[in-house]
């Protein structure tokens, strides 16, 4: 270890010579705000003290956190307090710190806070040219009407509460439109819709899960993906790393840092210790908190949608919060006929409707990012995503569960075998069956209003379910009659 110098000149650091005091003192450095024991570098004319390894800060940085550089600064004034965008911990402008280039001191974060492995890439970008970026997701074409990159064929129009289908869904996130305002595509037999804010999430963006920048991607090779943050599979709108195998569906990269998510009214951090989620079950370590509740919070739970249409309530339903309702008081959640967990996250009428439903129940469990109709190949099986609509619905040929969310996986074989079987999740296929390879298959899709003779019955009907390597084509009713077991790879 080389010895400390005694005297050094920085003048980027300081504009005078800074001298090492060599002996024990407590100070608190003028670079990043943290207090020291012994051995700093220290200006008497200035009474300027600082670590020794703070003289090496970077002056321009970029973290995973935020879109834009950061600089530091040694002090800055504000009317109010300001709290690190990374820690939440309150930030005192006597001290260093890492600032926006262009939102200024509207972000700010702890020096410390800044340079840590899991937040900065470890470059010094100070003279260091722009990257090129992104164009802007759309282009305004006239009156709330926009042509979206990747819709390019057709303008979409803007449409905020007035829109009759309340079962469309967003072709980003996979979640209803309804009631948030969206666009749509103004040809008649086309279909494509965004939310709003789907329609405005930038086409390269940064998360704190990892190093680099990722690109938002809406088409590849028609194939489902598993979320890094959350571990839903999903077939919509994903952001990808280039450098590596890694992809998140946009609603856990719209998590930024802090943000307020899963109905939570406070500001959430990636920097949690808290073993248990608090708006489910979850007793594995969460990757979000809140430092004013001293609770800890999942993906799945931040993601959660505020407002969601349900059945046919003429209400939209609130997210609520664990230990709003009186605990006095029970509540049966109107999709399952089960009790709610009040300490959990639920949706609710506000109204005097009443309506209680299960956030699985409400938008879906494990297959809430997935279209009704998606089809893909697993192993040697067909599965396709259906809706859980059956008068009886179905129990999960793995977990043995009752399936509980709007959609299911319904798996047939691809060979001559006929069966069906049905499961709640990708994760219970693969269980089941010891199954990892997953493939979409793009040729699986409803076929809906084609005429053909079902395999079942000799009468002609209305295709409900058409085979993709075999000439079957099934009634619905014809279809569920047939169920049989799946095998398990013993």
């Not at 289908?165 to 819709?193: M, Q, R, S």
């Not at 450098?243 to 930024?256: Q, R």
């Not at 192993?379 to 969310?405: A, E, H, I």
Request: with cysteine.
């Amino acid at each position: 270890m080389n010895p400390s110098l005694l005297v050094i000149d920085r003048p980027k650091i300081h504009e005078h010579p800074l001298t090492l005091l060599s002996r024990e003192v407590s100070f608190i450095c003028n670079a990043c705000g943290t207090r020291g024991e012994r051995s700093p570098y220290v200006c008497l004319l200035c009474c300027f003290m600082i670590h020794e390894d703070c003289i090496e800060l970077p002056r321009v940085i970029r973290t995973n956190r935020h879109p834009h550089r950061l600089s530091h600064i040694f002090s800055f004034d504000s009317e109010k307090k300001l709290d690190c965008r990374i820690c939440g911990e309150g930030i005192d402008g006597r001290y260093g710190a890492y600032s926006c280039l262009i939102c200024s001191i509207s972000y700010i974060v702890h020096s410390r806070c800044a340079t840590r492995t899991d937040a900065w890439d470890g470059k010094e970008l100070e003279g260091v040219p722009e990257e090129e970026t992104l164009p802007e997701p759309y282009v305004v074409t006239g009156d709330e009407r926009i042509i979206h990159f990747s819709h390019e064929e057709h303008e979409l129009r803007r449409i905020t509460n007035d829109y009759d289908d309340g079962d469309a869904h967003c072709y980003a996130c996979n979640l209803h439109v309804y009631p948030d305002p969206f666009y749509k595509c103004g040809e008649v037999n086309c279909g494509f819709i965004l939310h709003q804010t789907c329609a405005n999430l930038p086409r390269e963006t940064r998360i704190p899960i990892h190093p680099y920048p990722l690109t938002l991607l809406y088409k590849v090779d028609n194939s489902i993906f598993k979320c890094a943050s959350c571990n839903h599979f999903s077939n919509g709108f994903r952001y990808s790393s280039s450098k590596y195998d890694f992809n998140v569906d946009t609603k856990c990269a719209s998590i930024t840092e802090p943000s307020l998510g899963g109905g939570h009214h406070h500001s959430l951090y990636s920097n949690s210790n808290y073993t248990s989620c608090c708006g489910c079950d979850q007793t594995e370590p969460t990757p979000l908190s809140c430092p004013d509740c001293e609770l800890g919070l999942c993906y799945v739970c931040a993601t959660l949608p505020s407002r969601i249409p349900y059945g046919d309530d003429a209400h939209p339903l609130s997210l609520k919060h664990g230990g709003i309702l009186s605990s006095q008081q029970n509540y049966w959640c109107d999709s399952c006929e089960t009790q709610v967990d009040t300490l959990e996250k639920f949706y609710m009428c506000s109204t005097s409707c009443g309506t209680v439903v299960h956030t699985r129940c409400a938008i879906g469990g494990h297959l809430r990012n997935l279209k009704a109709g998606i089809g893909f190949n697993i192993d040697r099986y067909n599965c396709k995503v259906v809706l859980n609509d059956q008068v009886t619905r179905p129990c999960c040929s793995q977990c043995k569960l009752r399936s509980q969310g709007l959609l299911v996986l319904k798996i047939c074989s691809a060979g001559v075998e006929a069966f069906i079987s049905y499961f709640c999740s990708i994760e219970c296929v693969q269980k089941h069956g010891h199954i990892d390879n997953i493939d979409i298959d793009p040729r699986q899709r409803p076929v809906i209003n084609d005429t053909f003779y079902c395999s079942f019955p000799t009468q002609q009907s209305t295709t409900i379910y058409s085979g993709i390597d075999c000439d079957n084509n099934n009634h619905i009713d014809c279809d569920n009659n047939n169920e049989q077991q799946l095998p398990t790879n013993n």
